[in-house]
């Protein structure tokens, strides 16, 4: 079997660092040298590399303690259908570790990434009792009560364990003879396989931190407690919990957890960084998820929302790599901007005929505003490559399109106002934008990378036509769309609008 090889691993790590730098989820800080530790520790990122991104598979995060630190972000091909989410943890000597699962019902005979199917092929193989000559079978054990191998291989420098829960497969592959991974090794092999299923809820009260509120009920303030699985209590001591404060589940291990109907208030990212929260139900009486709620919760798949719900605010859901589908409430009246970037494997939204604010076209996958005026989100996880936005639509959120990898045409109606800033990033087949109208706005946003003949570039702004892609702008000769295009160097062919 082809193997991977660790300098692929090495410049997949340092793309990455260019571009997903805003999502690192740690106790590890960013300096000007390099990167600090929770404990101290420092250590260096060369300063160049080159390479390219590899096509993969859906990665979980590894609970390390705080030798490592993760990096959230999307392998993908240019040439082939989008990546599953991804991560990678590095440790402060420069072990790589990562993480990946294989759904029971994934064919590998039939993967376009031979790099998956190779490895979902030899899994299959060596719980079949079958082994390869870049396979050395170390040692079979249970994980969780589940059938796990340890497996050598050879040459390569890493060492994975495989875990088959009912068909389903993961894997932990791991650098061998670094320092600080042969130290944690038991820690890393115990905790990277986590069941969602058949664990009870934790409903201790001395799990959290609280503050008296003016009104005499409680705020939780932190969570301390280690359960993954919690039904947060509706008292503590006897007085009635009404609200999260700010960032008080910050970058908890939690997997699951059910607040109760007393809470009608969260502060802003109570959420966020909780990396391995897979489901959560919301409070009945719960009325706005306030900014960056579940930012970076790269595992979030299930979000039971409240009928009250009527605002979300902006970055609430930004970074649910795994989020695949979203029922939005009746009462719904308004969604900030950026709440779906990096949504990755969204699919749908699932919207009532009687919502107040929003609806839906192509069976939820383009979510407007209840006007028809806003375009709020394109789901990405769509395979055509053609889309005509729907007359009406004056304006297109900021990201409104992110990472939509196969759309190749874009065709807007003459209502067509403004385009949001980044509204193509990462539409990376992109190849003609049609705007009809002799005047548009193109928006532009601030101090972002953007990709240039010399690589990746911090510049003052970048277009909502995003660079990376062969995009033509087409729009009449002599409007504020052609004066976009030759600013920001972007193809540009002129039309005729008494053809359309």
Request: proline share 5%; hydrophobic share 40%; aromatic share 10%.
């Amino acid at each position: 079997m082809k193997r991977m090889p660790l300098l692929l691993l090495v410049v997949l790590l340092m793309c990455v660092m260019l571009t997903a730098q805003a999502l690192v989820i740690s106790p590890v800080q960013e300096t000007d040298s390099g990167f600090v530790t929770a404990d101290g520790e420092a250590y260096q990122i060369p300063a160049e590399t080159e390479g390219y991104f590899i096509p993969g598979f859906t990665c979980y995060p590894v609970q390390c303690g705080n030798f490592a630190f993760f990096l959230p972000i999307e392998w993908e091909s240019f040439a082939a259908d989008p990546g599953y989410p991804a991560v990678v943890a590095v440790t402060p000597d420069e072990g790589i570790l990562m993480v990946a699962e294989f759904g029971a019902e994934m064919d590998p005979l039939s993967a376009k990434d031979h790099y998956a199917a190779s490895f979902l092929q030899e899994g299959r193989d060596l719980f079949a009792g079958k082994t390869t000559e870049d396979s050395k079978l170390l040692d079979t054990f249970l994980l969780d009560g589940l059938p796990a191998l340890q497996v050598e291989m050879v040459g390569q420098g890493f060492e994975m364990v495989w875990v088959n829960d009912q068909g389903n497969l993961y894997f932990l592959m791991y650098q061998t003879g670094v320092e600080s991974l042969d130290a944690n090794m038991p820690l890393v092999i115990d905790s990277f396989y986590l069941r969602e299923q058949r664990t009870a809820h934790s409903v201790n009260e001395a799990d959290y931190e609280t503050e008296v509120l003016p009104d005499g009920t409680l705020a939780i303030t932190a969570y301390i407690g280690n359960a993954t699985h919690i039904r947060v209590p509706q008292s503590i001591g006897g007085v009635t919990v009404t609200q999260l404060a700010p960032r008080a589940f910050y970058e908890s291990y939690l997997r699951e957890v059910i607040l109760p109907d007393s809470i009608t208030a969260i502060g802003e990212y109570a959420f966020s960084g909780c990396t391995r929260l897979v489901s959560i139900r919301l409070p009945a009486q719960l009325e706005e998820l306030p900014a960056g709620t579940f930012e970076s919760c790269l595992q979030l798949s299930d979000v039971q929302m409240p009928d009250s719900l009527k605002r979300i605010g902006e970055n609430a859901f930004y970074g649910c790599f795994t989020l695949k589908e979203l029922r939005l409430p009746a009462a719904l009246e308004h969604i900030a901007y950026h709440n779906f970037t990096l949504c990755c494997r969204l699919e749908r939204f699932e919207v009532p005929a009687d919502c107040v604010g929003f609806t839906t076209q192509d069976d939820g996958a383009v979510l407007l505003s209840k006007d028809g005026k806003r375009l709020v989100c394109y789901a990405a996880w769509q395979e055509r490559t053609h889309y005509s936005v729907p007359e009406g639509v004056e304006t297109v959120d900021v990201m409104a399109f992110d990472y939509a990898v196969h759309l190749e045409t874009v065709v807007f109606p003459q209502s067509i106002r403004q385009i949001g800033g980044g509204a193509f990033s990462t539409c990376v087949q992109l190849q003609r934008v049609e705007l009809p109208v002799m005047d548009a706005d193109l928006g532009i946003m601030l101090g972002m990378l953007v990709a240039t003949d010399n690589g990746l570039e911090k510049r003052d702004g970048y277009t909502s036509i995003m660079l990376g892609a062969p995009a033509v702008l087409v729009a009449p000769e002599g409007g504020t769309v052609q004066q976009h295009a030759e600013k920001f160097d972007i193809p540009f062919e002129a039309i005729d609008t008494t053809t359309h």
